[in-house]
């Protein structure tokens, strides 16, 4: 039989090295990523009616949200901030509420967040470091 466990440790040696020596921007990006991600698979899970998977991922990306909620500077932030706080309240509750209800249609609102912030803070990253040049 294979031992697959040198490979696994290997691997979560990686992502926490890859977590521990990333930018402020890279770890914004990692996060919406994993909302991605997390949000993708807690909806299959519901199509599947694998309720126990969809519970892990979407208490996943409740984590996330709450991750991202923290991480803001509400004093240098400023109004931003505090609507950004809003934000991420408003769609943890909504991954709450498709989780305890395993409703599939509360996601699209989600994913789409997800998506287009993270896309916002991919151009805010690379103009900065353009600007910074």
Do not use: C, H
């Not at 770890?27 to 991600?37: A, E, N, P, R």
């Not at 609507?83 to 943890?92: A, G, H, P, Q, S």
């Amino acid at each position: 039989m294979l031992n697959t466990m040198p490979n696994a440790n290997a691997y979560a040696n990686y992502k926490q090295a890859s977590v521990e020596t990333a930018t402020p921007e890279k770890l914004l990006l990692m996060l919406f990523d994993g909302g991605i991600k997390f949000l993708n698979l807690g909806k299959l899970a519901i199509e599947k009616k694998d309720y126990s998977s969809a519970n892990n991922n979407f208490v996943k990306v409740q984590d996330i949200l709450f991750e991202l909620r923290v991480s803001l500077d509400m004093d240098k932030g400023g109004e931003i901030a505090a609507n950004l706080y809003k934000l991420y309240d408003f769609y943890r509750n909504e991954v709450m509420k498709a989780n305890i209800t395993k409703d599939a249609e509360l996601l699209p609102p989600v994913l789409e967040f997800f998506r287009l912030y993270r896309d916002m803070w991919t151009e805010a990253a690379r103009s900065a470091r353009i600007g910074a040049k």
